[in-house]
Structures are given as structure tokens and as C-alpha cells.
């Protein structure tokens, strides 16, 4: 790659550009406090509450609280995924990766699009045409629905649990930013917020929030790129040229540096973003609110297109980032650490591109990014609560649609208390790491179960419990023993488990499981599993 050295007219523009009013010292503050940042974030709030108005009085029955009715297109709904996927980790968080890293916060942007177009080809159809409400579902039409909905519904709290840690971190240093409040306040102002998303609103309010954000995510990072750009003359090999010259590793930022040092987590985290994506519970969950299984494809090739467009954006806000913020005592602080948090280098960055205006408007996009991503994953856990546990397992079918949405938002109400104490537990952490910790479970407990339930006639109950349960203790055990927790959250030295994530294990581990014990069943229910897949795939 030629670097070009910036012209005249570059560094002209990049004088403006750094020259521009800090957030917290522009005109139309008051004490510090961005008013055009705020009012606008108020706004998009009030849009969202009034979304969410609308939809409640659309939600009759369980069929609309959980898919929607059924009644959503699929260029929406693949609006809606590439929403979910765009989510504060994608957007705060790689961008703040980039911003210390370089290449090595691409990785994560290269997996999270490789792993949609797998779930087009070996799951979107399946799922759509065998399932209701929840993957569970999918899995339940060929295996024994009690022990399978156990695990299932366990799986899935824990996935949406990591998470929802990101999200959580992520709009709690926002809101600290904008607000000038306690992080501890600024997490339940979340957590308030979305509770009152998915108990009224339900899947109908969480599409359409979702629809409506990505649109203007996806509006508002092309203009911060194309403004970052102008104040290069365009000249991107310019751009490069000044990040290599302010960041402390020089051209080492544009190859990749950890997977060098590490190959083996580099390898174990590209399986865990590749394959996690089709674990997802709040992704697959989308598959259910289209009306049919061609509907279900055109949703991934829209969502496909839409990702990929937006991760190819994320490399130019990081290296915009990077050059526009980097020494400028308005967005770092003495100690040389971003201001609000290590994962606002993209607030930041539209400030110094845009002013308060730009600041205002992203702020508020981002929010409700991470609202909507929080309402998805809350809605997936709730229902795994309501529909795989109580509904499936303790009352055995045996529960009125009205009940079950009933106890979905009580589960609703518990899992956002959950979602406000993880995010203090977890204050500090890259939102984009955190995501791929969800991914690496994922990866290890719901997908390889729900592979072999499509594709081999071999796997019984047994064999399934089994693998999903070894991948996901393994995948847990192991996430808490590595760097993530047993050293950046619980403060020891050094990981007891050093490769993270851990997927390179436990991915192997809960396949080899599931094959072995379905081997060795011999049981009348492994016999009648068999027997149920045979028929599937006769019909």
C-alpha cells in the first residue's frame, strides 16, 4: 500500500476540523452541558416511547408480542437484523478498537459479516418453515420437548446475558457523557427505558425501533465518513499517512498485530463471529416475524448488504478517529485516555467533524441502537422464560396466550434489573469484546445443537442435551477463567485459561459430545427421534 504524504489543502482542513468547539465548551452550552446534544437525544426518545405507544396497541395475542404476527416484509426485516447487528458493540465499539488498534479491530468486523451468509445457506429456510416463536421451537419439532427446552431456554439467558453487557456499558458512558451523570444513574436510565419497550411494545415496537435506527445509523455514519474524508482532500491514502504519523505504533497499525502474537485466539475468536451469529436467540427470533421461508431469505441477503456497507464504514470512523481526536485535549484527557470512556471514540469523532449539531444526532442514534438491541435480546430472553420454560415445561402447553404474554413481562421486568447490575459489574469493558464473549457461547451450545437437529437424522435428545450442555459449562467455565473476567473484572494477574474466547475448545467439545452420546442411545426415545427426522424430511 503507497501512503501519500497530506497536501496543503489537507492540512488546512485539518486545522478547521481540530479547531472546532469542544463538546462540553461550544456555543449553546450551559455548566458544560451540550443542549443541542441532548435536545436531540430527548427527541429520538420520545419517537421511540410513541413507536412503542403504537405497537402496544397492535399486540393482541402471543403471535404479535413475540413475531409480530407474522406481518413483517423482508427487506424490513433484514433492515431490522443488520439493526441488531449494528449494534453498540459494532458501532461504539469497533470504532473505539480501530481507534487503539488499527487493523486488529477489523477482525471482529470481517466475522460478524462472514457469519450471516451462514445462516442464509444452512439455517434461514429451516427455521421459518419448522418454527413458531423461538428456535426452540425448530429443535422441539424432531426431540423431546422438556429436556430440550431446559437447556434451551438456559443457553439462551446466558447468551443474551453477555450481550446484553455490552449494550448496557455502552449507553451507560454515553448517557454519562451527554449528562454529566453518575454511571450507576445513566444504567437504570436505560434499563428503565427498555423494560418499557418490550413489556408494551414486544416484538412489533422492537422491529420497527430497530428499522428506524439502522436507517439513520446507516445515513448518519456515511455523512461522518464523508466528512472525515473531505478533510482529507479524499485522499485516503492521506488519512492513512496522518494515523500512522499521531498513533504510538506507526505503520504497525495498518497489519494485523494480535493474531500474530496469538494465533490460536485470533483462530478461536474468527470461529466463535463466524459461527456464533446463527446462535443468536434474538437474531434467529426475526426469522419467525416474516410471513414464509422465501421471506425468511430475502431478510439475510438485505441484512448481508446493509452489514457489510456499514463494517466498510467502521474502518474509515476508526482511522477518522484516530486522526481527528487523537492529542486534542478536548476529546483526551491528561492521562491520555478518550474522554467519557474508551468506547466514545465515535461520538467524539462526529463532534469534531460536525460540531454540536452532528454530536447531537449521532448521540441520539447511537442510544437508540442500543435501546433497540437491548429490547431484542430482552425480548429473546424473556420469551425463553415465558414460551421454553414456563409455557413448555412447567405448564406443558397447558397455558392461554394472554398468561404467557403475562409472564413475559413479569420475566421482562427481572431480566432489566439483571441487564442495569451487569453493566455496572461490567463499567469499562470494549463493548466489541464484550459482544464476541456472547458470540463465543453461542457458538458453543445453541448452534451446534441446532445444525445437527437440521442436518443429522443421528441425534436423539440425549445426545443433544448432553452437547449443548458440555459446549455451554465449557464455553462459561472457561470465558470466566480467561482474561475477560478472571483478570479485567475480578482483577487476578494472569487468566487460569489464557485462549480467548475459548471457541477452539469448546465448539469441538460440544459436537464430539453430541455425536457420541446420540451413538451410543439406545433408547426408544433416541429411536423415535430417529424416526421423527426421517419423516421431516419425507414431507
Not at 188 to 193: D, E, I, K, P, R
Not at 231 to 246: E, I, N, S
Not at 450 to 469: N, P, Q, S
Request: net charge positive.
Amino acid at each position: 500500500m503507497i501512503l501519500h504524504r497530506p497536501t496543503a489543502r489537507t492540512a488546512l482542513a485539518l486545522t478547521a476540523a481540530l479547531s472546532t468547539q469542544p463538546a462540553w465548551a461550544a456555543a449553546g452550552e450551559t455548566s458544560g452541558v451540550n443542549l443541542t446534544a441532548i435536545g436531540l437525544f430527548l427527541a429520538f426518545v420520545v419517537l421511540t416511547l410513541w413507536i412503542t405507544w403504537q405497537a402496544a396497541q397492535r399486540t393482541k395475542s402471543a403471535d404479535d408480542f413475540y413475531a409480530a404476527g407474522g406481518s413483517i416484509t423482508g427487506f424490513q426485516n433484514g433492515l431490522a437484523i443488520a439493526g441488531d447487528a449494528m449494534s453498540a458493540g459494532a458501532f461504539l465499539g469497533l470504532t473505539a478498537l480501530v481507534f487503539t488498534s488499527g487493523f486488529d479491530g477489523l477482525i471482529y468486523a470481517i466475522g460478524y459479516t462472514t457469519g450471516m451468509p451462514i445462516v442464509v445457506f444452512l439455517l434461514a429456510e429451516r427455521l421459518r418453515k419448522l418454527g413458531r416463536y423461538t428456535f426452540t421451537d425448530v429443535v422441539c419439532a424432531r426431540l423431546a420437548e422438556g429436556p430440550v427446552r431446559v437447556f434451551a431456554a438456559c443457553a439462551s439467558l446466558v447468551v443474551v446475558a453477555f450481550y446484553l453487557i455490552a449494550q448496557m456499558v455502552g449507553a451507560g458512558q454515553l448517557i454519562q457523557l451527554l449528562f454529566g451523570l453518575d454511571y450507576l444513574y445513566a444504567e437504570f436510565v436505560v434499563g428503565v427505558l427498555m423494560i418499557c419497550y418490550v413489556m408494551f411494545g414486544g416484538m412489533v415496537a422492537t422491529t420497527w425501533v430497530q428499522i428506524i435506527k439502522a436507517g439513520l445509523l446507516l445515513a448518519g455514519a456515511t455523512l461522518i465518513v464523508l466528512l472525515v474524508l473531505a478533510a482529507f482532500g479524499f485522499d485516503f491514502g492521506a488519512l492513512l499517512a496522518r494515523a500512522t504519523a499521531v498513533h504510538p505504533k506507526g505503520a504497525a497499525i495498518l497489519a494485523p498485530q494480535a493474531s500474530a502474537k496469538d494465533p490460536l485466539s485470533a483462530l478461536s475468536l474468527g470461529l466463535a463471529l463466524m459461527l456464533g451469529t446463527a446462535g443468536l436467540p434474538h437474531i434467529l427470533m426475526r426469522f419467525f416475524t416474516v410471513p414464509d421461508a422465501r421471506a425468511a431469505r430475502v431478510s439475510v441477503f438485505w441484512a448481508a448488504t446493509f452489514m457489510n456497507y456499514f463494517y466498510a464504514l467502521v474502518f474509515v470512523l476508526g482511522f477518522g478517529a484516530m486522526t481527528l481526536t487523537a492529542g486534542d485535549p478536548a476529546y483526551i484527557d491528561a492521562a491520555g485516555a478518550l474522554r467519557g470512556g474508551g468506547n466514545m471514540a465515535a461520538i467524539h469523532l462526529s463532534h469534531a467533524v460536525g460540531g454540536n449539531a452532528m454530536m447531537g444526532f449521532i448521540s441520539a442514534v447511537a442510544f437508540a441502537t442500543i435501546l433497540a438491541v437491548v429490547s431484542g435480546l430482552t425480548l429473546a430472553g424473556a420469551s425463553a422464560v415465558s414460551h421454553d420454560l414456563y409455557a413448555g415445561v412447567i405448564r406443558r402447553g397447558q397455558l392461554d396466550e394472554r398468561s404467557e404474554v403475562r409472564i413475559s413481562r413479569m420475566a421482562t421486568f427481572v431480566l432489566g434489573l439483571i441487564a442495569i447490575g451487569l453493566g455496572i459489574a461490567f463499567k469499562g469493558q470494549n463493548v466489541a469484546y464484550m459482544v464476541s464473549l456472547a458470540f463465543a457461547v453461542a457458538c458453543s451450545s445453541t448452534f451446534p445443537v441446532l445444525l445437527l437437529a437440521l442436518y443429522w437424522r443421528g441425534l436423539t435428545t440425549a445426545g443433544a442435551v448432553a452437547g449443548g450442555t458440555v459446549g455451554l459449562l465449557s464455553a462459561l467455565g472457561l470465558t470466566l477463567l480467561g482474561p475477560a473476567v478472571w483478570v479485567k473484572v475480578l482483577g487476578n494477574p494472569a487468566p487460569v485459561f489464557a485462549m480467548d474466547p475459548p471457541t477452539l475448545v469448546t465448539l469441538p467439545l460440544a459436537l464430539v459430545t453430541c455425536w457420541l452420546v446420540s451413538r451410543l442411545d439406545r433408547s426408544a426415545q433416541g429411536a423415535s427421534d430417529r424416526a421423527r427426522f426421517e419423516a421431516q424430511q419425507a414431507a
